[in-house]
């Protein structure tokens, strides 16, 4: 009898307490999960895209709040050092030798640091790097699928300032859950759903939505479309054969003559095989947290470096505690760091002794083309660390790979210079 009692009282404790959850309101609610075919969700029509945070600001304030604070990057602010740097952050100034690298591109007149979520139309409109379409708005704002939608495919070549006359708004929830917050991620850029689609790849919801945006991508020289290259795959030698595949170069570099490859932020390509990707960790769990704030738990959009959230981000896993681990990054960053300068000396010097011998005429044309070519994979390895935002953290294996891989070609080419 004491039994049943017990079981009776245990069941009731249970129904109150689930009563009671599905009756709370909730900072971020968790979905059932949905059968495989009621997955894919709907593109609502223009007119019913919520397309401001604000709309959401009341019932998701602290997420709605955490979100803002990327703007905490700010022209007058400054930060430490090691947790964000100094902003703005003049990429011209601090390493000059990409003058010579990017020479003949926009990036030689104009390089910033890249500033927070907040900042993302805001900024892209002010650059005064030149826009070749409208598609240079397709991770700047949550109004690109809106867009597409009103103009069709033909959007991306559309005049870039007349397109971004006819949006207000930059990033915002609608990018990454369209009008369901709080439900499952939905992918709104079109290039990153053919890209999954044509590839028949997937990734965890937490590397999903930062896959519509941080990754490697180029635009097709006549429709402008944004294209990610990952037919081959998503390492750095499979990228770099798809675009020899194809012949694709951004531009030819002036004084050598090489046709380049400028790389593009590709964060989710170098995250790919990491230590923390292989134990099954999003980008996600460790740049957006979920944080406790006045007893409330959530999940951060505050979208910024995992050192600015520590605990939450690392020390969960983590046992050497937050001194040492700390030291344990930066020492790595700083091996990569010193890796990409020592790449970075041996680029300047291959790319004037190549355009030297082009203006001596001292080499044959075959032995110029086979330096140019050596010129193409080193500097695209050394671009395509220096690009991704995590100075090597991400997979620090690949990245010390592949600027040591861009060293043996730019001293192969050297070499034949020196002959």
């Known amino acids: 009898m004491k039994r049943r009692f017990r079981q009776c009282i245990l069941f009731l404790l249970i129904l109150s307490l689930a009563l009671g959850v599905g009756c709370a309101r909730k900072e971020e609610p968790t979905p059932d999960p949905a059968p495989e075919d009621e997955k894919k969700a709907e593109i609502p029509a223009p007119q019913d895209m919520i397309l401001s945070s604000e709309e959401w600001k009341e019932e998701y304030p602290l997420i709605y709040e955490s979100f803002i604070r990327t703007s905490r990057m700010k022209d007058d602010t400054v930060e430490e050092t090691r947790l964000g740097g100094l902003h703005p952050i003049d990429y011209l100034k601090k ?32 650059s005064a790097r030149p826009k070749p379409g409208a598609s ?45 917050p709080g439900k499952e991620i939905q992918v709104t850029n079109p290039h990153l759903a053919n890209a999954l689609e044509k590839n028949n790849l997937d990734f965890k919801p937490g590397t999903l939505a930062c896959a519509q945006c941080h990754t490697e991508y180029y635009l097709d020289k006549e429709t402008k479309e944004v294209i990610l290259p990952w037919d081959k795959g998503l390492g750095v030698d499979d990228i770099e054969a798809y675009f020899d595949e194809i012949n694709w170069f951004d531009w030819e570099h002036p004084r050598a003559g ?127 660390v220096f690009v991704e935002n995590s100075t090597g953290f991400h997979n620090y294996k690949k990245a010390i790979e592949t600027l040591e891989k861009g060293k043996e070609f730019a001293q192969q080419a050297l070499d034949i210079l020196k002959k």
């Open 258 to 384: 090489t046709p380049l490859i400028k790389v593009q932020h590709p964060e989710v390509e170098m995250y790919q095989g990491s230590v923390h990707d292989n134990l099954g960790i999003s980008c996600a769990d460790c740049h957006m947290p979920t944080v406790k704030e006045n007893g409330q738990e959530y999940k951060s959009h505050w979208a910024k470096s995992p050192l600015k959230t520590l605990e939450e981000s690392c020390l969960r896993c983590h046992k050497e505690g937050e001194e040492a681990l700390i030291a344990s990054v930066e020492q790595l960053q700083q091996k990569v760091s010193d890796t990409e300068a020592e790449l970075s000396q041996m680029l300047v010097k291959l790319i004037e002794d190549l355009a030297a011998a082009r203006e001596n005429k001292s080499l044959d044309d075959k032995t110029i083309e086979e330096v140019q070519a050596l010129h193409r994979r080193a500097q695209y390895r050394w671009d395509f």
């Open 95 to 126: 390493y000059p030798n990409i003058k010579v690298f990017y020479e003949g591109i926009g990036f030689s007149k104009e390089y910033y640091a890249a500033r927070g979520h907040y900042y993302s139309l805001t900024d892209v409109v002010a």
């Open 136 to 180: 240079c708005l397709a991770c700047k704002t949550a109004a690109w699928e809106k867009l597409n939608v009103q103009y069709g495919k033909e959007v991306a070549s559309k005049d870039f300032m007349e397109m971004a006359k006819e949006v207000d708004i930059g990033m915002s929830c609608y990018n990454c859950h369209r009008n369901e």
